[in-house]
């Protein structure tokens, strides 16, 4: 089949590099993709978020499967699209239609989702600038620290943990008030905030059956020792050794099954992914949020550890015959260090030229923002550049590859974290 994936970061390039190995897929295509993509697939300079464009692409190169890689152009309805046009209803998506994207698009829906269906979850309420007044009384009284998440996508930026009362309530004007986030705050739910170990579960559903992938951690923050500000991710582990088989086995049977059945109840036919950020408390899952598409870059540690077909894995969840499908994940622990530009997630500069990539070795490369410079030159288009994941029978063995490789890729102003999953090796110990 020809199979086209849409995005341009790490999480794309990993999904591509997995297909391109299918004797499933005649051809690739990856929109817009990026300078890694370009090397085993076909890049369409499309935007995801141009459905006409992305329509046409899809008649003109007879493509029949689409794996939608970001949130963006789910939770704007790309699948409802490709349903509404006559020619386009026989493409397989993998990724929700607009209603269930919800629980990724709208924090909001996903609480009143979690609270009804019975799904552990942090206690919490929303409020709009008409109810603002309550608003602020319930912040007073809110135990500290407070959790403040606008409503709608914010490009991950859109939640702020509030330390001290008088914080909360700027954030909270801020957002409702000033626009901080956009339309994305114009509703704020005010969270209680959970003490824990957080991870994240992948489950893949064909609307009927699901598999779980392998569980992955992530390093959010800038700084060693998870200091500075909120990027969009700076590494990742997986497995997680705080996630045993036990803990595993309730994230099944409190969150994945009620999740699944509950969408189902609201007659929401859901294929694809979906992503639950957990927080392990004492040994007790608690849904922090879900995503509607895999994570980056958890996606670059989950992926290498997946021995099936991952074509086959695709197809079978399109055609609802997941439950047939036999996934094999390998016991081989992957571990990924994130290469950025300098000032992210701040303001940084492209353009940087690339080298050493051509001399890594014994890891995963996967481009994350990366382009050409017109020549044959690889430079820099993003904030995340590259992510290098090392496979090994060891965590310390795959978080010396992973480094090692991070080292090795320069470019001027390169920056990223030295501690990676060392923070598991003192758990383990």
């Known amino acids: 089949m020809n199979i086209l994936i849409l995005g341009s970061g790490g999480r794309e390039h990993a999904f591509a590099w997995k297909i391109a190995q299918s004797p499933l897929c005649d051809s690739l295509f990856v929109a817009p993709g990026n300078a890694g993509t370009a090397g085993i697939a076909t890049n369409l300079s499309i935007s995801y978020n141009d459905f006409d464009s992305i329509g046409n692409a899809i008649l003109q190169n007879y493509i029949e499967l689409v794996i939608v890689g970001p949130e963006e152009p ?124 957080e991870l994240s579960v992948f489950v893949l559903t064909d609307g009927e059956h699901y598999k779980i992938l392998p569980e992955a951690k992530d390093y959010k923050r800038i700084g060693e020792n998870d200091t500075g500000l909120n990027t969009g991710g700076m590494g990742a582990v997986s497995p997680v050794v705080f996630a045993d088989a036990n803990f595993l086995r309730k994230v099944d049977e409190k969150v994945v099954k009620p999740t699944l059945a509950g969408l189902k109840n609201e007659g929401i036919r859901y294929v694809g992914f979906i992503f639950i950020g957990l927080m392990n408390i004492k040994g007790e899952p608690y849904v922090i949020e879900y995503n509607v598409r895999m994570g980056d870059p958890e996606t670059e540690v989950v992926i290498p550890r997946i021995q099936s077909d991952f074509a086959m894995l695709m197809a079978s969840t399109a055609k609802g015959t997941l439950n047939d499908f036999e996934l094999q994940i390998s016991p081989q622990v992957a571990v990924t260090t994130v290469v950025v530009s300098g000032g992210y997630p701040g303001d940084y500069e492209k353009g940087k030229v690339i080298s050493g ?34 496979l090994a029978n060891s965590l310390e063995n795959a978080v010396h590859k992973s480094q090692r490789a991070a080292q090795a890729v320069q470019f001027e102003g390169k920056y990223f974290r030295h501690d990676i999953g060392v923070d598991l090796i003192r758990y383990n110990d």
Do not use: C, W
Not at 369 to 385: M, Q, S
């Open 74 to 197: 789910l939770v704007n309805g790309i699948v409802d699209y490709f349903e509404s046009r006559p020619d386009l209803s026989r493409v397989k998506v993998i990724g929700p239609n607009k209603a269930g994207a919800r629980l990724e698009g709208s924090k909001d829906f996903s609480k009143q989702f979690m609270q009804k269906y019975a799904i552990p979850t942090a206690s919490s309420r929303t409020f709009t600038a008409e109810t603002l007044e309550i608003g602020l009384e319930y912040l007073e009284a809110h135990p500290l620290p407070i959790v403040l998440k606008a409503d709608g996508l914010a490009a991950g930026k859109g939640v702020i943990i509030a330390e001290k009362h008088a914080e909360a309530e700027i954030a909270f004007k801020a957002m409702l008030l000033d626009g901080k986030f956009g339309t994305a705050g114009s509703k704020v739910v005010v969270e209680q905030f959970l003490k824990g170990v």
């Open 357 to 390: 990539s051509d001399k890594v070795e014994d890891v995963y490369l996967y481009h994350a923002g990366t382009t050409f410079n017109g020549n044959t030159e690889i430079v820099t288009n993003g904030g995340r550049v590259m992510v290098l994941t090392g």
